[in-house]
Nanobody, 129 residues
Framework: QVQLVESGGGLVQAGDSLRLSCAASGRTFWNYVMGWFRQAPGKEREFVAAISQSGDTTYYADSVKGRFTIARDNARNTVYLHMNSLKPEDTAAYYC??????????????????????WGQGTRVTVSS
């Protein structure tokens, strides 16, 4: 199990950029796939981005592809979400998630919130038009 703490959310204008960070506790960060999900008021929690254990493979929702970049620093036990060209529809609470890798993940698993074991408390992003 890992404890996750997100930071970096805030109120920005459309077109601005933000960087979210997620700090993980524990010494087994390497054993986890990391993902970002978001949830807007009244909506289901949805996949945003994910990154493999080594960081060499990334996955994105179509709605953020080309604007958001996920990255991880295994030496610092931290995963980042760089968000550019923000839109009002990006407004949501953003959650960091960790999925323990027992066997190699197929591509399809990365986007499913049920595959992730541990979650942060969320950080709110509000984009004004």
């Amino acid at each position: 199990q890992v404890q996750l703490v997100e930071s970096g959310g805030g109120l920005v204008q459309a077109g601005d950029s933000l960087r979210l960070s997620c700090a993980a506790s524990g010494r087994t960060f390497w054993n986890y796939v990391m993902g970002w999900f978001r949830q807007a008021p009244g909506k289901e929690r949805e996949f945003v981005a994910a990154i493999s254990q080594s960081g060499d493979t990334t996955y994105y929702a179509d709605s953020v592809k080309g604007r958001f970049t996920i990255a991880r620093d295994n030496a610092r036990n931290t995963v980042y979400l760089h968000m550019n060209s923000l839109k009002p529809e990006d407004t949501a609470a953003y959650y960091c998630a960790a999925g323990f890798v027992r066997t190699a993940w197929t591509n399809e698993r990365y986007g499913h919130k049920e595959e992730y074991d541990d979650w942060g408390q969320g950080t709110r992003v509000t984009v004004s038009s």
